[in-house]
């Protein structure tokens, strides 16, 4: 896989954005699980929520409430749909999917949260 990031960019707090996670090959992600991290500047890297293959979802608890993780096998793409973005959301995002024991790293895509 070569996991690519897309949708991120500057909002305002109280604004929304929708990440997107796909292979640049368009290979389906049906099979793997797929998560989302964050790292900020000086940071270690932390979990945001996983899309498990069986359709499960499991999510940080800053993430509870406000994102949402999801698929669309037809575009054979993960979303990270973020609402109500706080300024200390601001991170770069990056998805990773894991089958059996391959894991795959996207380059990450920044989200910036800033009046």
């Known amino acids: 896989l070569h996991l690519v990031e897309s949708g991120g960019g500057l909002v305002q707090p109280g604004g929304s954005l929708r990440l997107s996670c796909a292979d640049s090959?368009?290979?389906?992600?049906?099979?793997?699980?797929v998560k989302w991290y964050r790292q900020s500047p000086g940071e270690r890297r932390e979990l945001v929520a996983i899309s498990g293959s069986d359709g499960s979802t499991t999510y940080e608890y800053f993430a509870r409430d406000r994102f949402t993780i999801s698929r669309d096998p037809a575009k054979k793409t993960v979303y990270l749909r973020m609402d109500n973005l706080k300024p200390e959301d601001t991170a770069t995002y990056y998805c990773l999917a894991i089958l059996r024991a391959d894991t795959y790293w996207g380059q990450g895509t920044q989200v910036t949260v800033s009046p």
């Open positions: 090959k368009a290979t389906s992600l049906s099979f793997y699980t």
